[in-house]
């Protein structure tokens, strides 16, 4: 009899072992899963011409302003996605951009309203402020405008050179999850 109570015992104690271990890794998926949104929060995959991008999210003026200005360097896949509170007519510059970028503008349906690649502007003068000042007017001027045409609530921007590959055209539709976006957008 005696065997018997600590057989049983032993059970119970494995099956408390068993529970804990079950309660330990459901709460790190949970809390892996946390970190995943909150470090997908700040990008969005999107696919285009049949290639995926993960571009990072622009949603406040600050960040939208900035932009991919004073990057060396764009992944392939890599990007950014802009996002305004309300659709309007835009044009972007190359500011600081030391490498090319290709540009898509978006209407708030989700279609394309206008596409270029953009060319890096020469440096900044001596007499043109120096990287991030946005107040020099001298600079601001001599920057080429590349303007959306029609109102637009989205810009992905790409590396330079991605969007002859991705064969788009003015007028397709781009999937985006537009509700999540909007609601980002300050």
């Known amino acids: 009899m ?4 600590v057989l049983t015992a032993r059970g119970g104690w494995w099956r408390w072992v068993l529970v804990l271990a079950a ?9 892996a899963n946390s970190c995943d949104e909150k470090a997908s929060a700040s990008v969005q995959s999107v ?4 290639k ?9 003026d600050t960040v939208r302003f900035k932009g991919l200005g004073q990057r060396d360097h764009i992944e392939p896949d890599g990007g950014m996605l802009f996002v305004f509170p ?3 007519e835009t044009g972007f510059v190359m500011r600081d951009c030391l490498v090319d970028i290709d540009i898509i503008y978006i209407d708030p349906g989700g279609r394309i309203t206008a596409m270029y690649e953009m060319k890096a502007e020469p440096p900044r003068g001596p007499d043109e402020g ?6 020099n007017e001298k600079y601001e001027r001599r920057l080429r405008q590349y303007p959306s045409r029609f109102p637009a ?5 790409l590396k330079g050179g991605t969007l002859p590959v991705l064969g788009l055209k ?12 909007k609601a980002l957008a300050k």
């Open 170 to 181: 003015d007028g397709e539709r781009v999937d985006l999850p537009y509700a999540r976006l």
């Open 47 to 50: 696919k285009l011409g049949g």
């Open 52 to 60: 995926w991008f993960h571009l990072e999210i622009a949603a406040t």
């Open 130 to 135: 120096a990287a991030g000042d946005y107040t």
């Open 23 to 31: 309660m330990g890794a459901v709460f790190a998926i949970a809390f």
């Open 153 to 157: 609530q989205y810009v992905i921007e």
């Open 2 to 5: 005696a065997s018997q109570s």
């Open 86 to 88: 309300q659709p309007r």
